[in-house]
């Protein structure tokens, strides 16, 4: 199983990182119906599943770091989470890990970190195991904030957050992935929520 490994993954991005991304998490639930079960992609310190733990009936997340695997799964065990499970595996395996339908998938700020063939088998994949699809990433456009933080990330973090603005962002990528767009909104200057049925 492949290994994703970067400097601040664990506690690191759960002390300096999530704090941030605080209000990314009350607008995916938004578009999120109670009783609902989510598959999380690239789910980082578990944030997200944790948060929607009293929404969804029951929620899968996938991470391809083990150290974020290993973090989120701590913090469940101690906090006793009942209805959320993590799996170390690949995006791109979704449909060879798991055979449930689930009613959403999410990729909240992981599809830029891929490069540009995982992110078109990772949506592929997610075709085949969920109803909609709702993504929360970064403009298709460049801007320093996200430029600085991208680089800080490290140099194939940046060149794959490179590729991603170069090739048109979240709504090309549905477009060209063959979903079909239902809501879109801008977040914080920065970032964009799209929510989309998987066709």
């Known amino acids: 199983m492949q290994n994703k490994k970067h400097w601040y993954d664990g506690k690191v991005y759960g002390v300096f990182i999530d704090p941030f991304i605080r209000d990314s998490r009350k607008c995916i639930s938004s578009l999120i119906e109670n009783g609902s079960t989510v598959v999380d992609i690239g789910f980082g310190t578990g ?17 391809i770091s083990k150290k974020m695997v290993d973090y989120a799964n701590s913090i469940k065990e101690k ?10 595996s690949s995006a791109e395996d979704l449909s060879k890990i798991t055979k449930e339908k ?3 998938a999410i990729f909240s700020l992981s599809l830029h970190e891929m490069d540009t063939t995982s992110r078109q088998n990772s949506l592929q994949e997610v075709k085949k195991i969920a109803n ?3 993504i929360y990433d ?5 801007n320093l904030d996200a430029i600085f933080v991208e680089f800080f990330a490290g140099i194939n973090h940046f060149k794959n957050y490179r ?3 170069k090739n048109g962002g979240v709504e090309a990528l549905l477009r060209d992935n063959g979903f079909e767009l239902e809501k879109k909104a801008s977040h914080n200057r920065l ?5 989309a049925r998987c066709k």
């Open 138 to 142: 970064y403009l298709e456009k460049y």
């Open 79 to 88: 906090n006793n989470f009942r209805n959320v499970r993590f799996i170390h």
């Open 132 to 134: 909609k699809v709702i």
């Open 102 to 104: 689930f009613d959403y």
């Open 163 to 165: 590729s991603f603005i």
């Open 47 to 63: 944030s997200l599943v944790f948060f929607l733990s009293n929404k969804c009936e029951s929620i899968l997340g996938i991470e």
């Open 191 to 195: 970032f964009v929520i799209v929510k």
